[in-house]
């Protein structure tokens, strides 16, 4: 089956703990980023990944990052939680960067930090 | 201003009752527009897809979008009880920053019994 997979679903931390949240597709898909989705602000990108070793910053990348060693994984890492890093993160995966080809989303990590 | 602009809900309808979603934007270089549909406690899913101007049909489901006005619409028609979830209007366009995704805030939807 097709898929983006993310871990953990549910994660609760203290401030300034180092956190990775890990994505992995099986769908041999180039193209890889992460959202947060907070009310009111819908999903904004973090940071995205058009290929192995190549990683850009998205909208809102401050507090975040990530690395693409392999095709298939592309973890985001919080160096030093905040609390404004509380959020719903999703990791997304399309087989191209184009605008037009579809994304595949994870089913989300929510993360608080106390 | 928000690039996107989208009423959050909640809309609540009768089931079978025609459902109107919409979405506004301001960057004129967006070309494809789509919509997602996010169950709770899931990651948003494509449900429909459309390229410039026109009408898009798929079952229940019509996309609309009026580049002059720049107003896209989701329609669902016969709503059931398991349309109920948020709707997310997506566009982008093909160079510099409208290459990416942008996405409204998403409509949530509550279809009733």
């Known amino acids: 089956e097709a898929q983006v997979t993310q871990n953990p679903r549910y994660l609760i931390t203290v401030t300034g703990k180092k956190l990775t949240v890990t994505c992995s597709q099986n769908?041999?898909?180039?193209?890889m980023s992460w959202y947060r989705q907070d009310p009111g602000l819908g999903l904004r990108q973090i940071y995205y990944?058009?290929?192995?070793?190549?990683?850009d910053k998205g909208d809102v990348p401050e507090g975040y990052k990530v690395s693409r060693k392999e095709k298939r994984n592309f973890p985001l890492i919080l160096e030093s939680p905040s609390p404004n890093q509380t959020s719903l993160y999703f990791c997304?995966?399309?087989?191209?960067?184009?605008?037009?080809?579809?994304?595949?989303f994870g089913q989300g990590t929510r993360l608080t930090v106390v | 201003q928000k690039e996107v602009e989208q009423d959050p809900g909640p809309l609540s309808v009768p089931e079978g009752a025609i459902v109107s979603l919409n979405c506004t934007y301001s960057?004129?270089?967006?070309?494809?527009f789509m919509w997602y549909r996010q169950y709770s406690r899931k990651g948003p899913e494509l449900l429909m897809y459309?390229?410039?101007?026109g009408n898009k049909e798929d079952g229940r489901f019509t996309a609309q979008v009026d580049k002059s006005s720049k107003y896209i619409s989701l329609f669902i028609r016969d709503s059931q009880p398991s349309d109920s979830a948020t709707y997310l209007c997506?566009?982008?366009?093909?160079?510099?920053?409208?290459?990416?995704?942008?996405f409204g805030t998403g409509t949530r939807l509550q279809v009733t019994l």
């Open positions: 459309t390229y410039s101007s």
């Open positions: 960057n004129s270089a967006f070309q494809y």
């Open positions: 997506a566009m982008s366009g093909n160079t510099g920053t409208a290459s990416k995704l942008t």
């Open positions: 990944s058009m290929n192995v070793e190549v990683t």
């Open positions: 769908m041999n898909h180039e193209y």
């Open positions: 997304a995966s399309s087989l191209y960067g184009s605008p037009n080809t579809e994304a595949f």
